[in-house]
């Protein structure tokens, strides 16, 4: 076979597939929003009319409850991040270039989606309230030990931050800050609420609302950095699926 006709062969064998960076984060926004409405849509329903599931569908959408739809789709959206992260450290160790972090990131982000799936903060919660009675904004202690893990990979990260491009750079710190600030600063903002008002009012949903829609924008935004921080300068990836 020529190398015209075998060049040929193999092109058609090929399925090309280009990813839009914009498109994808449009795509994660677009999703969010439906859960957002539908969350709504169920804090009117239990709040106003008093109806807590119409046939399941309430806590199937409900931001603030576990194991439902809102769940999966953080869970899915951190394993990606991870993932893309893996993906990058791989060719930059082909590349012969600095590699660490990207997969130390990868790790962060596979724990965060086990957390997010098995409620790993809540067994902390659980062992740091056998030890003292929390109050105040600190009720749910788990953001202890997170907010110093922030702090610690914040400072282990700075100079990885300040090697990256321009506009990577502010993207990953514009969407950490987003992310930590719905994880634990609307943790902490609702945990004194909690305390003293319980979980069913309307200040609680705001709240809760808040802290999880920050969480998911969040990760949306830092899978958009990635994205664009592989396709540089060109407008598209493009993955090639052989046979």
Same mark, same amino acid.
């Given at each position: 076979?020529?190398?015209?006709?075998?060049?040929?062969?193999?092109?058609?064998?090929?399925?090309?597939?280009?990813?839009?960076?914009?498109?994808?984060?449009?795509?994660?926004?677009?999703?969010?929003?439906?859960?957002?409405?539908?969350?709504?849509?169920?804090?009117?329903?239990?709040?106003? +009319?008093?109806?807590?599931?119409?046939?399941?569908?309430?806590?199937?959408?409900?931001?603030?409850? =576990?194991?439902?739809?809102?769940?999966?789709?953080?869970?899915?959206?951190?394993?990606?991040?991870?993932?893309?992260?893996?993906?990058?450290?791989?060719?930059?160790?082909?590349?012969?270039?600095?590699?660490?972090?990207?997969?130390?990131?990868?790790?962060?982000?596979?724990?965060?989606?086990?957390?997010?799936?098995?409620?790993?903060? =809540?067994?902390?919660?659980?062992?740091?309230?056998?030890?003292?009675?929390?109050?105040?904004?600190?009720? +749910?202690?788990?953001?202890?030990?997170?907010?110093? @893990?922030?702090?610690?990979?914040?400072? @282990?990260?700075?100079? +990885?931050?300040?090697?990256?491009?321009?506009?990577?750079?502010?993207?990953?710190?514009?969407?950490?800050?987003?992310?930590?600030?719905?994880?634990?600063? +609307?943790?902490?903002?609702?945990?004194?609420?909690?305390?003293?008002?319980?979980?069913?009012?309307?200040?609680? @949903?705001?709240?809760?609302?808040? =802290? =999880?829609?920050?969480?998911?924008?969040?990760? @949306?935004?830092?899978?958009?950095?990635?994205?664009?921080?592989?396709?540089?300068?060109?407008?598209?990836?493009?993955?090639?699926?052989?046979?």
């Amino acid at each position: 076979m020529s190398d015209g006709r075998y060049q040929k062969v193999k092109k058609e064998r090929e399925l090309n597939i280009e990813i839009s960076c914009r498109k994808v984060f449009v795509i994660l926004l677009s999703v969010i929003g439906f859960l957002l409405f539908a969350h709504i849509m169920g804090l009117v329903t239990r709040l106003v +009319f008093d109806h807590d599931t119409v046939y399941g569908l309430i806590p199937m959408f409900d931001l603030g409850d =576990e194991s439902n739809v809102p769940t999966l789709f953080s869970s899915l959206q951190l394993i990606l991040a991870s993932l893309i992260l893996s993906t990058i450290g791989a060719r930059r160790k082909s590349n012969g270039e600095d590699y660490v972090f990207w997969f130390a990131l990868a790790a962060i982000f596979l724990f965060l989606a086990v957390d997010e799936t098995a409620q790993v903060h =809540e067994q902390i919660d659980i062992r740091i309230r056998e030890a003292y009675e929390p109050t105040g904004i600190l009720y +749910f202690p788990w953001v202890i030990p997170y907010g110093i @893990a922030v702090v610690v990979l914040v400072i @282990a990260f700075s100079n +990885f931050l300040l090697r990256l491009p321009k506009e990577t750079m502010w993207l990953f710190i514009a969407s950490g800050v987003i992310y930590v600030t719905g994880v634990i600063g +609307f943790e902490m903002l609702g945990a004194r609420h909690y305390e003293i008002h319980g979980p069913m009012n309307v200040v609680y @949903a705001i709240i809760v609302t808040c =802290e =999880e829609l920050l969480e998911m924008v969040g990760v @949306a935004l830092f899978i958009y950095a990635l994205l664009a921080y592989i396709s540089n300068q060109h407008r598209y990836l493009r993955c090639t699926i052989k046979h």
